[in-house]
């Protein structure tokens, strides 16, 4: 059964519809990607999915039941966390403390999930008194992912995690998403480097004016000379 699923999905701002039948599930082991052109309503369907856009038409459910426009404070409590593209650290206060306001829903210890970021991200051990506005843009995503990893998440909804960020430091996000999904945790993302995050992609989705286009596994995606052409930069993968 998938963790999260998105059926038929119309909504978007101010009354004007974004999303028009877009399509989305999860499988509680994978990595999904989705990807299409700018304006493609893929930020509006991860926000969607997180209570951030109200759902106009069409269903989501985590889990079985039905979440349609639940607050995104009450999707935490069931399991969900989101990392927004932009404004997603608090500036003015060190690593260790953005980590700890990702705890705040929590009354136990949480000093061994600290650890755990800090396994997983060990510039950020270095940097942990550091205050996160002073930090390079990948080392202020790897806090934001590190904050949204202390709910202890099923499903991670990321919107553009390499966004703006050097070669170095795209492949190093992408590398911890992938150990991120090692650990047992879900993953939706939006991402821009449509062609290398289908290469780590169990599956993926191809948005078209805010309709599901294509669905398939990553490799298939890759492989499909329509999806390579209008969607990857140029001619599909080879084989």
Known sequence: MSLLVGEKLYGGYGGVDILNGANIRVAADEIVVIIGPNGAGKSTLIKAVFGLVPVRQGRVAFDGATITNRRPDALVALGMSYVPQERNVFPTL???????????TRSDDYSADIAEIFDLFPVL???????????SGGQRQMVAIGR??????????????????????????????????????????????????????????????????????????????????AFLGGRAADG
């Open 148 to 229: 949204a990893l202390m709910v202890k998440p099923r499903l991670l909804l990321l919107d553009e995690p390499t966004a703006g960020l050097s070669p170095k430091f795209v492949e190093e996000i992408l590398e911890r998403i992938v150990a991120i999904n090692k650990r047992g945790i879900a993953v939706l993302m939006v991402e821009q480097n449509a062609r290398r995050a289908l290469e780590l992609a169990h599956r993926g989705y191809v948005l078209v004016m805010g309709a599901t286009r294509f669905e398939d596994t990553g490799a298939n995606l890759l492989a499909n000379r329509e999806v390579g052409e």
């Open 94 to 104: 060190s690593v260790a403390e953005n980590l700890e306001m990702g705890a705040y």
């Open 125 to 135: 051990a270095e940097r942990r008194r550091q205050p996160a506005g002073l930090l």
